[in-house]
């Protein structure tokens, strides 16, 4: 079965916090995402990763940042974390135009 | 770039119930569809996709979803709900390997 291991299922951190979500998949899958989930507005692409130091802008971009060093690893980063930014996300591989999600990390920014 | 409507918020059967949940979508081309479910605190499980071919597909749980060209529709079915299937659906519309896009979700609740 695929596996993809988000590091933390709840977080909790202050306003102006670095903040780094990571997710590792076991599946050898080039392709790799980063939603953010909000009740009424489903999932929304923040970034993908479609091969090592390689990134693309999804929907909502502004006020995070990516970075995958490893085909293995993909790492969501909250460069100033602010309230607006409390929600679940959602780590995401694919292969074949399907894909394989994580467990969710639930932020709260407090 | 490709979207997918739900157009229920909340949909709520009773145990045994048939079950339809809608799902349209937006794309210029042949679309990849999928529906997935979300059981509270958990992440998204797959319970069918549609690539090409026959329009009725099969999925996990007894779910079944038919892809309607000249709608754009992709619904998902189930002939009795049981008490179980309460979580959240999404309808999601890809359009390759590196762009998906989900609907808002529609939340089931199931009457004993």
């Known amino acids: 079965d695929v596996k993809v291991t988000q590091s933390s299922r709840y977080l909790v951190k202050r306003t102006g916090e670095k903040v780094f979500l990571e997710c590792v998949q076991d599946?050898?899958?080039?392709?790799m995402f980063w939603y953010r989930q909000d009740p009424g507005l489903g999932l929304r692409l923040i970034y993908f990763?479609?091969?090592?130091?390689?990134?693309e802008k999804g929907d909502i971009p502004e006020g995070y940042s990516v970075s995958r060093e490893k085909k293995e690893r993909f790492s969501l980063i909250l460069e100033s974390a602010s309230t607006n930014q409390t929600s679940m996300y959602l780590c995401?591989?694919?292969?074949?135009?399907?894909?394989?999600f994580g467990q969710g990390t639930r932020l709260t920014v407090v | 770039a490709q979207s997918v409507t739900q157009p229920d918020i909340h949909i709520t059967v009773s145990e045994g119930a048939s079950l339809e949940l809608r799902c349209n979508y937006s794309?210029?081309?042949?679309?990849?569809l999928f529906w997935y479910v979300q059981s509270p605190g958990q992440g998204l499980q797959l319970l069918l996709k549609?690539?090409?071919?026959?329009?009725l597909v099969q999925g996990i749980k007894g779910f079944e979803a038919e892809f309607k060209r000249s709608q754009s529709s992709f619904n998902l079915r189930k002939p009795s709900v049981h008490w179980s299937d309460a979580a959240e659906y999404f309808c999601?519309?890809?359009?390759?390997?590196?762009?998906?896009?989900f609907g808002a979700g529609t939340r089931l609740t199931v009457k004993p």
């Open positions: 599946m050898d899958h080039e392709n």
């Open positions: 990763s479609y091969d090592v130091k390689m990134k």
């Open positions: 794309y210029g081309a042949t679309p990849y």
């Open positions: 549609y690539f090409s071919g026959d329009t």
């Open positions: 995401a591989s694919s292969w074949a135009a399907e894909a394989f």
């Open positions: 999601a519309v890809g359009a390759g390997n590196n762009d998906m896009r």
